[in-house]
C-alpha cells in the first residue's frame, strides 16, 4: 500500500450502521399495582434514554442479562430499581412489546448499539409496606438510583407522562392491566 493509499483508508469516514438496521434491546417492564389498585411510578434520573424533563415518569422497566429468563429479569430490575420484593405475580403480556428511540437519542443510549426496546411487561401486586420502597438506595444500596421521586398513580394517567416515544408501549400496557387497578 502506498503512503497516499494508507492516507486515505486512516482517512475515510466511519459508516455507522443505518438506524433501522440496528437490533432490539430485550428488556422488561412492571406494572406494580398497590392494594388500592394504583401503579408505582418513578420520575427518572438524567440518562441518554431520558431527554425531555416533561415527561420523566415510567415505570420500572430494565434490560435482561444473557442467559436470564423476563420473569427472573423482572424481579432484579424491580429490586435494583426500587428495593421492592414483596410481590405476588399477577399477569404478563403476551406479546413483547417494542418501540424505538428517536436517531439522535439511539446514538448515545447503550453505545448506539440498539435502536429501541423490545419488552416482555408483567403486572404485579406490591403486598409489603411502603417502607420497603427506597429509590435512594435501591437494591440495598448496591445499585445506581434511576428515579429521584416515586408515587402512587391511577393506571389511566401513565401513558400521558412518559416521554411520547414510549407512549404506544404505555397504552397497550395500561390495556391489557387496567383490569388489576380495581382494589
Request: charged fraction near 30%.
Given at each position: ?22 437490533a ?30 416533561t ?22 430490575e ?37 435502536r ?16 420497603e ?18 408515587r ?32
Amino acid at each position: 500500500m502506498s503512503k497516499h493509499e494508507k492516507h486515505e483508508a486512516k482517512h475515510e469516514p466511519r459508516h455507522e450502521p443505518r438506524h433501522d438496521a440496528l437490533a432490539y434491546r430485550p428488556c422488561v417492564g412492571l406494572c406494580v399495582f398497590n392494594p388500592a389498585g394504583r401503579v408505582f411510578l418513578g420520575q427518572r434520573l438524567k440518562g441518554p434514554e431520558h431527554v425531555d424533563a416533561t415527561y420523566s415518569w415510567q415505570l420500572p422497566q430494565g434490560g435482561i442479562d444473557p442467559g436470564e429468563e423476563p420473569f427472573e429479569a423482572a424481579l432484579r430490575e424491580l429490586y435494583e430499581e426500587t428495593s421492592i420484593r414483596s410481590v405476588t405475580r399477577l399477569a404478563e403480556v403476551e406479546d413483547w412489546l417494542t418501540y424505538d428511540l428517536p436517531g439522535r437519542v439511539a446514538k448515545d443510549a447503550w453505545k448506539g448499539r440498539f435502536r429501541g426496546q423490545t419488552q416482555k411487561w408483567f403486572a404485579l401486586r406490591f403486598t409489603g409496606s411502603e417502607a420497603e420502597i427506597d429509590i435512594a438506595q435501591p437494591g440495598g444500596g448496591g445499585h445506581k438510583p434511576e428515579f429521584s421521586a416515586w408515587r402512587w398513580e391511577d393506571i389511566d394517567r401513565v401513558a400521558d407522562l412518559v416521554i411520547p416515544f414510549k407512549r404506544d408501549v404505555y397504552v397497550r400496557v395500561v390495556k391489557e392491566f387496567r383490569r388489576f387497578a380495581a382494589a
